[in-house]
């Protein structure tokens, strides 16, 4: 296993109060594999994440607990120096917002270039020549005379492929990708992930792929780890959760999609809202929106069953997960 997070545990204290972000996330990604984390803003999903990439030590986030081993060493282990080397040259991470993530007043040529002259050491000439062949695998037309303009004259899905290009650069092992394509219009979403996942399997890294958006992994991860309220409610491969998802809450997910066979079709949405991190409701946290929930939902706690109907290794954290899967 390339990364194994093992029952992670994040905090946030706050004026109000000590917010239970990450509380208890186990997942892995192999070699070669796409894990998408699905769930809506406040799961955790991008706390897990940031904890894994190790740019969460700062208040007032807090791991209390847990491990992230990659590559067979404990990353929350490492001194913050050794932490800084892991990150960009084994791991990168992708953000929703490209245009705050470059800076506006270097040409990203120099931004792509400057990966390969501080970490590799080149010449600003070599590195240069570095930053328009990136360029070329990420598709940007004429990269030979884009690569001196500055990030505000390219388009944001032209910028997303900049992003792209600079996590690529020192080839990872692990890219995340946290809500990559939000920002952008539909069909260039689609072109951004196509290239996300092309090469993905170019480079054979493992690919963590943040979304709320179950529409869109369909066709590019293998396993699909879903979170609420700071755990995971499900995890399968994504066939087996497309099939037939084994919580109620991802069959809320999908229930959800707009579908092109359906137009016109009123669209459903999950009831309720996601729980206060504060005061996280007890028993099964998604209780008060499920419309499966009986009384033991609301005192106690589904650790993460093991789906015994799946040969891929399947979990629900749900007690009536039979119900839901054959329901
Ligand atoms: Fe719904 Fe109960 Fe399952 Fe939670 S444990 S998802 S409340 S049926
Ligand atoms: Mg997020």
Redesign the pocket.
Known sequence: MLLDVHDLHVEFHTRDGVAQAVNGVSYGVDEGETLAVLGESGSGKSVTAQAIMGILDVPPGRITGGEVIFRGRDLLTLKEEQRRKVRGAEMAMIFQDALSSLNPVISVGDQLGEMFTVHRGMSKKDARAEAVELMDRVRIPAARERVRQYPHQFSGGMRQRIMIAMALALEPALIIADEPTTALDVTVQAQVMELLAELQREYRMGLILITHDLGVVADVADRIAVMYAGRIVESAPVHDIYKAPA???TRGLLDSIPRLDQKGRELYAIRGLPPNLMDIPPG?A??PR?P??RDV?RTDE?PLYEVTESEAGRGSA???WRECLHG
Do not use: D, E, L
């Open positions: 919580h109620p809450y099964c998604f209780h499920c499966m929930a939902c589904p749900c007690h009536f």
